[in-house]
């Protein structure tokens, strides 16, 4: 499917940034945003979506598996927006959950006073996260009828067709003074050589900048209440060994070389609360 305008600014200028797994990456020339421009049609990546499998030049399977240590991440971001402090919220809905490790954090975080639900399309995930006891299954948020006082979409943002869109949607679920937590990369204005790579396309159809993504939610009338960021990917040892075995690996897809990177993606890796103005 051919995309001809930026899903943020409109714009149908923009300029080649790379190419990968036979699809290709352009920078539009009004607003800095990265996109798929040849990307696969709607049905396809619904399906990809589901099966964790996303086809090109080459397939690859992103389902992964369980991070324990995830949870400890998360639980430190969650005291990093809240301070401790949640409030009256009771409901909330995390999107595209994976595993599950997010809705766990919060679960604790909370001490169990927040019912936590999550919808994931794919089928290994939700299996993985129900193993664990958690409420977890799919459904299409367009048609849900269910409102939360939290709704939060972690590393879903990129994976979207239209990210507008979807937050839109997303934003008829959530209750008067509701708020969204998004996270995604603040990556659009690295250039080609310096940008993390693989990009996994067509996993990933998009890359965007704090700027981007403030805009569209202030253009859907939510209030921006905290920005933080964190480095876009650890790189211990542990992790450096893991990558250097994928590198060796035929069909793995290894990010080493973007540990040797780690201080440009000190603060590449955002989280944006952001709240439903009155």
């Known amino acids: 499917m051919e995309v001809k305008n930026c899903y943020n600014c409109g714009s149908s200028d923009h300029l080649f940034y790379a190419e990968e797994n036979g699809f290709n990456l352009v920078k539009c020339a009004g607003c800095g945003l990265l996109f798929v421009k040849n990307r696969p049609d709607d049905d396809q990546?619904?399906?990809?979506?589901?099966?964790?499998?996303?086809?090109?030049?080459?397939?690859?399977?992103?389902?992964?598996?369980?991070?324990?240590?995830?949870?400890?991440?998360?639980l430190n971001i969650l005291d990093d927006m809240f301070k401790g402090n949640?409030?009256?919220?009771?409901?909330?809905?995390?999107?595209?959950?994976?595993?599950?490790?997010?809705?766990?954090?919060?679960?604790?975080?909370?001490?169990?006073?927040?019912?936590a639900t999550g919808t994931e399309p794919n089928i290994k995930k939700q299996g993985s996260a129900r193993r664990r006891g958690l409420n977890?299954?799919?459904?299409?948020?367009?048609?849900?009828?269910?409102?939360?006082?939290?709704?939060?979409?972690?590393?879903?943002?990129?994976?979207?067709?239209?990210?507008?869109?979807?937050?839109?949607?997303?934003?008829?679920?959530?209750?008067?003074g509701g708020?969204?937590?998004l996270e995604t990369g603040d990556t659009a204005n690295f250039s080609a050589a310096d940008h993390y790579k693989p990009f996994f396309l067509p996993d990933h159809l998009s890359f965007a900048s704090e700027k981007i993504v403030v805009n569209i939610l202030e253009r859907m009338d939510f209030e921006i209440l905290s920005?933080?960021?964190?480095?876009?990917?650890?790189?211990?040892?542990?992790?450096?060994?893991?990558?250097?075995?994928?590198?060796?690996?035929?069909?793995?897809?290894s990010r080493i070389w973007s540990c040797f990177r780690q201080k440009m993606y000190s603060k590449a890796d955002m989280f944006i609360r952001s709240g439903l103005k009155d």
């Open 179 to 181: 708020e969204l937590i």
């Open 227 to 253: 920005v933080q960021k964190y480095p876009l990917i650890g790189c211990g040892l542990g992790t450096i060994a893991k990558e250097l075995i994928k590198a060796l690996l035929p069909k793995h897809k």
């Open 45 to 74: 990546i619904s399906q990809a979506h589901k099966q964790g499998k996303h086809g090109g030049v080459n397939t690859f399977d992103m389902t992964g598996n369980f991070d324990n240590s995830k949870i400890s991440k998360y």
């Open 86 to 115: 949640l409030g009256n919220k009771t409901t909330w809905l995390d999107i595209g959950c994976g595993h599950g490790e997010f809705i766990m954090a919060v679960q604790k975080y909370s001490y169990g006073k927040i019912t």
């Open 136 to 176: 977890v299954g799919y459904f299409d948020i367009d048609s849900h009828s269910e409102k939360y006082d939290v709704v939060s979409m972690l590393n879903v943002y990129s994976h979207l067709p239209n990210p507008p869109s979807f937050i839109r949607s997303a934003r008829k679920l959530l209750k008067k």
